[in-house]
């Protein structure tokens, strides 16, 4: 099934063409007409960063970061008040229900971008443990960082405190960035022509009808141009639409739905069970509360959003316990089931044992309620345009790798972006920008491919094939090497695991 998920989504991967694309239907036509309508007053920078959310804000942390981009003049375009705010978290807000789960290799890139510090002034949630199981109680799964000799898997992160990090990072630097509080409504790119004089400073007039700059036209009447464009600007991405990049993808006919709940104590655990319509993930936030990622069908979904305070606690409990079917046992030395040949000889400490979660005392955000589908860019780049974090890919939040991926693209973006300026390139030429997309674009698939098929695979109740995932689960619970290669792949090193269930 993997194999035909790659297929279907790595259109061109191996064989990456360079896309020699104008977005005027008549090249001659267009340039008359620019050359009548633009200023010399018209802004021009080196990067438009077309979205300014978490992955595009940290593409322009890590552009200022870094000696060889930091020169750079960058834009920003998004109609989002909060860019224009200094600090828009108060300490005694409630938790958001809106979070992500970061891994070690994000909270690196946080470090190496000066964000990091920003975050561990606000609310969150180092974890150290993972549990996950079948509703049918024929198996489980604990990660441990120690399995792989870390101290951490990953770290929960209200979405609202990631942005509010790296928007302080950015106004905290001498980086020259300039916010524009508007949408982008239309994209212009000319094709290259003559060079331009070596003895003339050229206008961005003059350079963008010799196709050496793209034009961006915004809602609020304003224009301005740029060597490269970048779409951060997520799953329904503007630039991705006036690009002309054609995408594959599907709906899962799910929907997820998000909250924070409250407990008695301290979550310090990731916990996920598979249950008969779809994962349910309840993952700590830190001073007692956790955060849900429920899926299951969209009426199931409207019913839990509209239902009762009390009762739906009541829900999450029954799905987080004894619904569905029994916990599954921790296997004492010397038992034997069906899946004995796994163990040999091997013994579960205290803390490898299965573990109920902690109960759900009180609801503490509103329920959110949001679609789940999949979808992928068949190209990242071509010329002076580039997509990064969902504008190129929409996953599954089955691994909550969605951000983590797009934090990737933007770590990589930057970097390829500082090695055209070391040899003196042009950044917006397709010949560098294809080595983001190679670089990216394999890692992004198999992720997709792999969390696909996973979502398949436990959509299905059915006999054998829950005896294939319990046979899996346990797997991965006593095979060492195994359960360390999951683990690394998760946590966001490059190394494709077997595909065999994996930590969020």
């Not at 990242?380 to 797009?406: C, E, F, M, W």
């Not at 992720?447 to 346990?474: E, T």
């Amino acid at each position: 099934m993997n194999r035909i998920i790659v297929r279907r989504l790595s259109v061109n991967v191996s064989g990456l063409r360079v896309l020699q694309r104008s977005f005027c239907s008549d090249a001659a036509e267009k340039e008359s007409e620019v050359k009548q309508s633009f200023t010399n007053n018209d802004d021009q920078y080196d990067v438009a960063v077309v979205g300014g959310g978490m992955v595009g804000m940290a593409l322009a942390c890590s552009l200022a970061s870094m000696p060889l981009t930091k020169h750079l003049s960058v834009a920003i375009i998004d109609s989002n008040p909060a860019l224009g705010k200094s600090n828009f978290i108060k300490k005694e807000d409630p938790p958001d229900p809106r979070v992500s789960t970061v891994t070690p290799a994000t909270i690196s890139f946080f470090k190496e971008i000066g964000a990091w510090q920003y975050v561990q002034e606000h609310r969150h949630a180092y974890f150290d443990t993972m549990q996950v199981w079948d509703y049918t109680g024929l198996g489980y799964t604990k990660y441990n960082a120690r399995d792989v000799n870390k101290e951490i898997l990953g770290c929960v992160v209200e979405n609202k405190v990631l942005h509010s990090s790296l928007l302080s990072c950015m106004q905290n630097t001498e980086f020259r960035k300039t916010i524009y509080p508007s949408r982008l409504t239309s994209m212009a790119l000319l094709p290259s022509s003559s060079s331009i004089s070596v003895d003339s400073t050229p206008s961005a007039t003059t350079l963008f009808t010799k196709g050496h700059l793209a034009k961006l036209d915004l809602s609020d009447g304003k224009s301005l141009y740029a060597k490269l464009v970048v779409g951060a600007d997520g799953g329904k991405s503007r630039v991705r639409e006036l690009a002309g990049f054609k995408t594959t993808g599907w709906s899962y006919s799910q929907n997820a739905i998000i909250c924070t709940v409250e407990h008695n104590k301290e979550n310090y655990c990731a916990w996920q069970r598979f249950l008969p319509a779809g994962p349910i993930a309840l993952l700590p936030i830190g001073d007692n509360f956790s955060n849900i990622v429920w899926t299951m069908n969209p009426k199931d979904a409207s019913d839990c959003k509209s239902m009762n305070e009390d009762d739906f606690v009541k829900i999450l409990n029954h799905a987080l316990d004894y619904g569905y079917g029994p916990h599954p046992k921790s296997i004492s030395s010397g038992s034997v089931d069906m899946f004995s040949w796994f163990r040999g000889d091997a013994t579960l400490s205290a803390k490898e044992c299965f573990e109920v979660p902690p109960r759900v005392v009180k609801l503490a955000s509103e329920r959110m309620v949001f679609p789940l589908s999949l979808k992928h860019a068949n190209n990242y780049v071509s010329k002076r345009v580039v997509l990064i974090g969902d504008a190129a890919h929409t996953v599954h939040p089955l691994a909550g790798q969605g951000v983590n991926l797009g934090f990737g693209d933007a770590s990589t973006l930057s970097r390829i972006i500082a090695e055209g300026i070391a040899v003196g390139a042009d950044i917006g030429e397709v010949s560098l920008l294809k080595k983001y997309e190679a670089e990216r674009k394999p890692a992004n698939v198999v992720m997709m491919a792999v969390l696909d098929g996973f979502q398949k695979a436990y959509s299905v109740d059915f006999g054998p094939l829950n005896i294939l995932r319990a046979a899996a689960f346990h797997g991965a619970q006593y095979i060492s090497p195994l359960k360390r290669n999951i683990i690394s792949y998760a946590s966001g090193e490059q190394r494709l695991p077997l595909p065999l269930p994996l930590f969020t």
